[in-house]
């Protein structure tokens, strides 16, 4: 699976032809006039992916949203993707009628995702199955009322598990540097079995949208991050967006001037969006393993040190297709000078001289 992004229309394209917003909405915090505006507003600038759930209370909204937008000619139907999420709990208790009740309440016709969510612990993988809620979206996705069957989890062990059952389309997973190193309710797994666990997403072609990018706002202010440093938002979400994987970014969004926001993302520099500062503050397994962050560019022999790092990493992890996405590189480990350029300039201090070397080797020059 491999995401060409596309900055000027707002998508990711995949070698399989398919197409994916890369900014969508969260919209947990939107309700009444003010969903319905927002909704808008963002699918009148670009934004496909709309995220919601039974629990949020705004499915009504959204659809009216969406209703309108398809009315107003902002958008037809089928380039849009609306996802809902089935909770465990109260929602095994008749699964049948819980989802239908979410489609009936969106009334856009059909659902792109259906999200198998908070899927946390192994109990909560029994409850689907045995309580028929998994059956039966799997039933739906055969009648294409739901066109996808999504996957929402905290832990990676759990998600790598039910990845091997091969039922799922897409993972919604959160992803942030905070959670990344261990900060955080939702740090769950240690920042290799997490990285290991991007990489296998896109081995196996399911994409990732991100939720929790900026740590429930915490990563944004000084005083609540957990490094004592505040990040952007746009560093945040470049920061999903470059793990192995990812497609979309679901930032959450509670107005109208959430939105522009949002959309500033697309018209920022990439200096803006460099989030390299976090090697600071980074822990020591981290330190030595290369986050793809491009930090070291302008390379002087032309090299895309980070795209060469992560073709390589998903490679090594069983990855078929990344051996070809690497020789289709203009610019491969063996050009590399050994000029010390980017070994300098790594907050990570990855020596990617040597790194290059092992790299041409291991793909055979």
């Avoid at 055969?142 to 998600?159: D, E, M, N, W």
């Avoid at 990732?208 to 990040?231: E, H, R």
């Avoid at 090299?303 to 073709?311: A, Q, T």
Wanted: aromatic letters at 10%; one cysteine or more.
């Amino acid at each position: 699976m491999k995401a060409e992004f596309d900055f000027e229309t707002k998508t990711v394209m995949l070698n399989s032809g398919y197409e994916m917003p890369i900014n969508g909405l969260g919209t947990y915090s939107l309700h009444g006039d003010e969903c319905i505006n927002s909704v808008k507003s963002a699918l009148s600038n670009g934004v496909r992916l709309i995220d919601t759930a039974s629990a949020y209370g705004n499915e009504e909204e959204i659809g009216q949203a969406v209703r309108e937008a398809i009315d107003e000619g902002i958008i037809q139907r089928e380039d849009i993707f609306v996802t809902t999420k089935i909770y465990p709990g109260r929602e095994m208790e008749n699964p049948e009628q819980s989802i239908q009740a979410c489609i009936d309440r969106l009334d856009i016709g059909y659902v792109d995702y259906g999200f198998i969510h908070c899927l946390d612990e192994e109990k909560d993988w029994q409850a689907y199955q045995e309580g028929g809620a998994l059956a039966y979206l799997l039933e739906l996705k055969k009648q294409r009322v739901v066109r996808h069957i999504g996957l929402s989890s905290h832990t990676p062990g759990l998600v790598t598990k039910v990845l091997d059952a091969g039922i799922v389309d897409q993972l919604m997973f959160s992803i942030n540097p905070g959670y990344d190193y261990r900060h955080g309710d939702y740090a769950n797994g240690s920042t290799e079995e997490r990285m290991a666990m991007y990489r296998k997403c896109e081995a196996d072609g399911v994409g990732i949208s991100v939720m929790k990018p900026f740590s429930g706002g915490q990563l944004l202010d000084d005083k609540t991050s957990p490094f004592g440093k505040a990040l952007t938002r746009y560093q945040c979400i470049q920061y999903a967006l470059n793990k192995p994987g990812v497609l979309t970014v679901l930032p959450g969004i509670r107005s109208v001037e959430d939105v522009k926001n949002l959309l500033g993302f697309f018209e920022t520099s990439a200096e803006e969006k460099d989030y390299s500062m976090i090697g600071t503050f980074t822990p020591r397994e981290a330190v030595g393993s290369c986050v793809y962050c491009n930090h070291c560019q302008p390379c002087p022999a032309g090299l895309n040190v980070g795209l060469i790092n992560k073709y390589y990493d998903l490679a090594v992890a069983g990855d078929s297709m990344a051996a070809g996405h690497y020789e289709n590189l203009e610019k491969k480990a063996s050009d590399c000078v050994a000029c010390g350029h980017c070994d300098r300039r790594c907050p990570f201090h990855v020596k990617q001289t040597s790194r290059m070397e092992k790299i041409a080797a291991y793909f055979g020059k």
